[in-house]
């Protein structure tokens, strides 16, 4: 089946620090890759919807200057947390849709910023 | 927008016991419906989806789910739980037009007691 390969799953950064994370997919295609945050025992919120070779769109409310989308390719979405700070820290987690396959989520990263 | 509600936070059951979550969307369009669970320490892994056809959908590990589009549900089922069922359970929903993301509920955490 499909395979969304996602890194760090664990990373510790300094206040004012960037922190970039990957997710690959790594059998298929994804035409479209979707970034999400999820707070302890809360749900997934959506940040944004990334689409091959184009500017991402962001949900309201995230801000796009501090998280930096970029989906260069088919198979590598990567998003940057700039000038982290103690309150971006939280589980990220990308999904990848591509056919022939349905919605692929990666592992998840674990980001604590200190 | 849609937005998807899951009524229970906790659900506390003994093994063998039967197992129903409910889940409820606010869509008036097409959509299709996901459950998926998480494992403590794992990512998300897909339970079942509901795209059209049989309303009744049987997925993974014994779990099934029906789609009532009257009531806009999509409740989860088990006949009988184990243990190894402890886990954080997310319905989910997405509108029926390309590529579009997954909505998630707030999570239902499962725990089964011996």
């Known amino acids: 089946g499909a395979v969304v390969s996602q890194h760090p799953s664990r990373v510790i950064c300094k206040s004012g620090t960037s922190v970039k994370i990957e997710c690959r997919s790594l059998?298929?295609?994804?035409?479209?890759m979707f970034w999400y945050r999820q707070f302890p025992k809360k749900s997934l919120m959506l940040m944004a919807t990334?689409?091959?070779?184009?500017?991402?769109?962001?949900e309201q409310g995230v801000e796009k200057d501090k998280f930096l989308i970029n989906h260069a390719s088919l198979t590598l979405s990567t998003l940057t947390v700039t000038s982290a700070h103690p309150e971006d820290s939280s589980f990220y987690i990308c999904?990848?849709?591509?056919?022939?396959?349905?919605?692929?989520f990666g592992s998840g990263t674990r980001l604590t910023v200190v | 927008a849609q937005s998807v509600s899951q009524h229970n936070h906790h659900v506390i059951l003994s093994e063998a016991a039967s197992l129903e979550l409910g889940c409820n969307y606010s869509?008036?369009?097409?959509?299709?419906l996901f459950w998926y669970v998480q494992y403590p320490g794992q990512h998300l892994q897909l339970l079942l989806k509901?795209?059209?056809?049989?309303?009744l959908v049987k997925g993974i590990k014994g779990f099934e789910a029906e789609f009532i589009k009257s009531k806009f549900s999509f409740n989860l089922r088990k006949p009988s739980v184990q243990w190894s069922d402890t886990a954080e359970y997310f319905c989910?929903?997405?509108?029926?037009?390309?590529?579009?993301?997954?909505?998630f509920g707030k999570g239902t955490r499962l725990s089964v007691i011996a």
């Open positions: 999904s990848a849709t591509g056919q022939p396959y349905g919605y692929t």
């Open positions: 989910a929903v997405n509108r029926v037009s390309g590529n579009t993301p997954l909505v």
């Open positions: 990334s689409n091959e070779g184009s500017k991402a769109t962001y």
């Open positions: 509901y795209f059209s056809g049989d309303p």
């Open positions: 059998d298929f295609q994804a035409t479209t």
């Open positions: 869509y008036g369009g097409t959509v299709n």
